[in-house]
């Protein structure tokens, strides 16, 4: 376990380097990646506050306001804009009533939750596997390539699904998500891993770490994990917002997190009986997942461009699923 | 070439046989009781009996996944009260919800998937491709920075964020067309065109953004070598340069990738299906998942698998055929 936890060690320690520095300048010259980056810090600021901002505003997300919906038109809210009035800034939710405002915050809690946590164990489960393949004799190589390869033919969505309703209902939703999306979408991050550390493998630096006496585990640890870090974080920027996407998608199919908890998926699952009458229900929770989404992808461009600049431009194809459809 | 087809072949259906035994242990240590869900509310003990041994159940796991496999490859029969059900040779089991073969399950599904998933590769090909040249041949101008945003704003919109926009835009705002129900092609062709109109765009427009990108970066590549140099410095106009040479190179990825996507469809556009309603594989699986209903779910599972293990087979051949450069080992 100590590889594990010190996997994530170099990755902390980027920011003293001169590489980090350099990266810092590169991002600085780019006005979408900056902003981005913004963006991403007001909604991890706001998605942790939302029991503060939920408190400030009066509401609780599960509370139902039979009053602010007219059931005459089945359940649409009163007023323009979805019912948006100064208790509720951002109107409430047809049919029930409950706060809309509130309610995308916490579900914004889920969607980075379950986004960032299975981008963490595909990392992990990847680096271990890749690092395996990689230092392993042939035998070892050869057998965690073809799992690999059979993680990489999985259909992802449609297995996810299944795992979904596999599981008891009891089990806690955001930690299955973040199982069954990471479990299942680590194969790229290891198919990297294994051909940066075969091709590490034969530089110098490593080869004098042997030879003074390291282990296998003490130099990949040393030796071969900060200089995955870059190729790594690089990867794991573009898994993010694949992982929300995903999240998102499963909560559309009504096989991700279970209400009440709200979730932005489940949003736009219900929203498909409200387009017509209340728009601003679709709108919201659409517009602040494509944005989010949005910033991760672009700011995942720029980290890329920046830290390898020749490799800019260029798509990963073959290590990179685009799934959700 | 025969021989790489048969080596890549043996090794699909040892990836193949690998996702049975992963599909089917999974189900397995599913809580809840099969035979309970095949039988329905209102069964006595007796009854569920009855339906276990029907099906198989009762034997260890082990016994059922070679029936399961027999079933596959030769067929298999189920005794029952009314007498004896005969599955035919590929038979993936029974719906639980009807007693359905599976089988002929996703057959009665596959058309509606397959209407989806080749309207939208026609839409995601045109655009994709166009929009990936004119970005790599108007390199650092205003429209390639423009397309460059849009790319990456496509690659990022989930599918059913794009579908929901254009179902308030057209059918609610505009009130173009009504909301769209599917009509087979056998039925009414005309219908069957407009009803699909609206998915075709959503799955066509969300995919393209990939292809965009793909063919952008491959075109970049390709009028990077040095026989584009040659043919320029021969006299060869811009014209014939990206008809007759950058195109031969942009397009085998192109070929390759659509062959996987086409693949990965036929388990169903999940996503697309369930918006608009299409009675495909992918809304079949989600109902299966909601009834619990095993035997649906885990064929179409499998037959995902085939199909994507397969597209991506027929996708490398393609790219050979289309590149003589790349050998197949």
């Given at each position: 376990m100590t590889a594990l936890t010190d996997a994530t060690a170099p990755v902390a320690g980027l920011p003293a380097t001169g590489a980090a520095r350099q990266v810092w300048r590169r991002l600085r010259t780019r006005p979408a990646a900056l902003v981005s980056a913004a963006v991403l810090l007001l909604l991890v600021l706001l998605a942790l506050a939302a029991p503060l901002l939920a408190a400030l505003a009066g509401q609780d997300p599960h509370a139902y306001h039979d009053?602010?919906?007219?059931s005459a038109r089945g359940g649409v809210p009163y007023g323009s804009f979805g019912g948006a009035s100064a208790d509720h800034w951002l109107g409430v939710e047809p049919g029930?009533?409950?706060d809309l405002f509130v309610r995308l915050l916490y579900g914004a809690r889920i969607s980075l939750l379950v986004a960032l946590g299975a981008t963490v164990v595909q990392v992990l489960v990847g680096l271990l596997v890749g690092l395996a393949a990689g230092l392993g004799n042939r035998w070892v190589d050869a057998t965690l390539g073809r799992i690999t390869d059979v993680f990489l033919a999985l259909p992802f969505l449609v297995l996810a699904i299944a795992l979904t309703a596999v599981v008891?209902?009891?089990?806690p939703r955001p930690l299955l998500l973040i199982l069954v999306i990471g479990l299942l979408g680590w194969a790229g991050t290891s198919r990297i891993v294994r051909a940066q550390t075969l091709t590490l493998k034969s530089l110098d630096f490593v080869a004098a770490s042997r030879l003074a006496g390291s282990g296998r585990w003490r130099t990949a640890r040393r030796e071969l994990l900060p200089s995955l870090a870059a190729p790594v974080i690089t990867y794991a920027a573009i898994l993010v917002p694949t992982n929300i996407v995903v999240e998102a998608s499963l909560s559309f199919l009504g096989?991700?997190?279970?209400?009440?908890?709200?979730?932005w998926g489940q949003m736009l699952s219900t929203a498909q009986t409200w387009f017509r009458a209340d728009p601003a229900y679709v709108l919201l929770p659409a517009g602040l997942l494509f944005t989010t989404v949005l910033a991760f992808t672009v700011l995942g461009d720029a980290v890329r461009t920046a830290l390898d600049p020749r490799e800019a431009g260029r798509l990963g194809v073959g290590t990179r699923k685009e799934t959700s459809r | 070439m025969t021989r790489y087809v048969l080596k890549r072949l043996a090794g699909a259906a040892l990836v193949l046989l690998a996702l049975s035994v992963l599909v089917y242990a999974l189900f397995y240590v599913m809580p809840g009781d099969p035979a309970r869900l095949a039988c329905g509310?209102?069964?006595?003990p007796q009854q569920i009996a009855q339906v276990r041994e029907r099906l198989g159940l009762d034997q260890s796991v082990f016994a059922q996944y070679l029936h399961f496999l027999q079933g596959v490859f030769a067929g298999r029969d189920y005794s029952g009260g009314t007498g004896v059900l005969h599955c035919d040779a590929p038979c993936l089991g029974l719906s639980y919800?009807?007693?359905?073969q599976v089988t002929e399950l996703i057959l009665e599904r596959l058309p509606a998937t397959a209407s989806l998933a080749l309207g939208a590769m026609v839409i995601w090909l045109v655009i994709g491709i166009g929009t990936g040249l004119l970005s790599a041949l108007r390199r650092g101008g205003l429209t390639e920075r423009t397309l460059t945003v849009l790319t990456l704003a496509g690659t990022g919109t989930p599918v059913f964020i794009l579908g929901l926009l254009l179902l308030m835009a057209?059918?609610?705002?505009?009130?173009?067309?009504?909301f769209p129900t599917y009509v087979p092609l056998g039925e009414d062709p005309e219908q069957w065109a407009w009803n699909m109109l609206l998915p075709w765009l959503a799955l066509g427009f969300f995919e393209s953004a990939k292809y965009a990108r793909l063919t952008r970066s491959s075109t970049l590549e390709t009028l990077a070598e040095d026989h584009i140099r040659t043919f320029r410095a021969y006299g060869a106009g811009e014209r014939s340069v990206v008809t007759r040479h950058a195109l031969r190179g942009a397009v085998p990825p192109v070929i390759a990738l659509s062959a996987i996507d086409l693949g990965t469809m036929f388990g169903g556009a999940v996503l697309t299906e369930s918006l608009f309603g299409i009675p495909g594989l992918g809304k079949t699986l989600i109902d299966g998942v909601r009834h619990v209903d095993l035997p649906v779910v885990v064929g179409i599972v499998l037959l995902t698998g085939v199909a994507v293990v397969l597209a991506n087979v027929v996708a490398d051949l393609l790219y050979a055929l289309a590149d003589r450069r790349v050998a197949l080992t």
């Amino acid at each position: 376990m100590t590889a594990l936890t010190d996997a994530t060690a170099p990755v902390a320690g980027l920011p003293a380097t001169g590489a980090a520095r350099q990266v810092w300048r590169r991002l600085r010259t780019r006005p979408a990646a900056l902003v981005s980056a913004a963006v991403l810090l007001l909604l991890v600021l706001l998605a942790l506050a939302a029991p503060l901002l939920a408190a400030l505003a009066g509401q609780d997300p599960h509370a139902y306001h039979d009053d602010l919906v007219d059931s005459a038109r089945g359940g649409v809210p009163y007023g323009s804009f979805g019912g948006a009035s100064a208790d509720h800034w951002l109107g409430v939710e047809p049919g029930t009533g409950r706060d809309l405002f509130v309610r995308l915050l916490y579900g914004a809690r889920i969607s980075l939750l379950v986004a960032l946590g299975a981008t963490v164990v595909q990392v992990l489960v990847g680096l271990l596997v890749g690092l395996a393949a990689g230092l392993g004799n042939r035998w070892v190589d050869a057998t965690l390539g073809r799992i690999t390869d059979v993680f990489l033919a999985l259909p992802f969505l449609v297995l996810a699904i299944a795992l979904t309703a596999v599981v008891p209902r009891d089990f806690p939703r955001p930690l299955l998500l973040i199982l069954v999306i990471g479990l299942l979408g680590w194969a790229g991050t290891s198919r990297i891993v294994r051909a940066q550390t075969l091709t590490l493998k034969s530089l110098d630096f490593v080869a004098a770490s042997r030879l003074a006496g390291s282990g296998r585990w003490r130099t990949a640890r040393r030796e071969l994990l900060p200089s995955l870090a870059a190729p790594v974080i690089t990867y794991a920027a573009i898994l993010v917002p694949t992982n929300i996407v995903v999240e998102a998608s499963l909560s559309f199919l009504g096989v991700g997190v279970t209400p009440p908890t709200p979730s932005w998926g489940q949003m736009l699952s219900t929203a498909q009986t409200w387009f017509r009458a209340d728009p601003a229900y679709v709108l919201l929770p659409a517009g602040l997942l494509f944005t989010t989404v949005l910033a991760f992808t672009v700011l995942g461009d720029a980290v890329r461009t920046a830290l390898d600049p020749r490799e800019a431009g260029r798509l990963g194809v073959g290590t990179r699923k685009e799934t959700s459809r | 070439m025969t021989r790489y087809v048969l080596k890549r072949l043996a090794g699909a259906a040892l990836v193949l046989l690998a996702l049975s035994v992963l599909v089917y242990a999974l189900f397995y240590v599913m809580p809840g009781d099969p035979a309970r869900l095949a039988c329905g509310e209102r069964c006595n003990p007796q009854q569920i009996a009855q339906v276990r041994e029907r099906l198989g159940l009762d034997q260890s796991v082990f016994a059922q996944y070679l029936h399961f496999l027999q079933g596959v490859f030769a067929g298999r029969d189920y005794s029952g009260g009314t007498g004896v059900l005969h599955c035919d040779a590929p038979c993936l089991g029974l719906s639980y919800q009807n007693d359905q073969q599976v089988t002929e399950l996703i057959l009665e599904r596959l058309p509606a998937t397959a209407s989806l998933a080749l309207g939208a590769m026609v839409i995601w090909l045109v655009i994709g491709i166009g929009t990936g040249l004119l970005s790599a041949l108007r390199r650092g101008g205003l429209t390639e920075r423009t397309l460059t945003v849009l790319t990456l704003a496509g690659t990022g919109t989930p599918v059913f964020i794009l579908g929901l926009l254009l179902l308030m835009a057209v059918c609610a705002y505009l009130q173009w067309l009504p909301f769209p129900t599917y009509v087979p092609l056998g039925e009414d062709p005309e219908q069957w065109a407009w009803n699909m109109l609206l998915p075709w765009l959503a799955l066509g427009f969300f995919e393209s953004a990939k292809y965009a990108r793909l063919t952008r970066s491959s075109t970049l590549e390709t009028l990077a070598e040095d026989h584009i140099r040659t043919f320029r410095a021969y006299g060869a106009g811009e014209r014939s340069v990206v008809t007759r040479h950058a195109l031969r190179g942009a397009v085998p990825p192109v070929i390759a990738l659509s062959a996987i996507d086409l693949g990965t469809m036929f388990g169903g556009a999940v996503l697309t299906e369930s918006l608009f309603g299409i009675p495909g594989l992918g809304k079949t699986l989600i109902d299966g998942v909601r009834h619990v209903d095993l035997p649906v779910v885990v064929g179409i599972v499998l037959l995902t698998g085939v199909a994507v293990v397969l597209a991506n087979v027929v996708a490398d051949l393609l790219y050979a055929l289309a590149d003589r450069r790349v050998a197949l080992t």
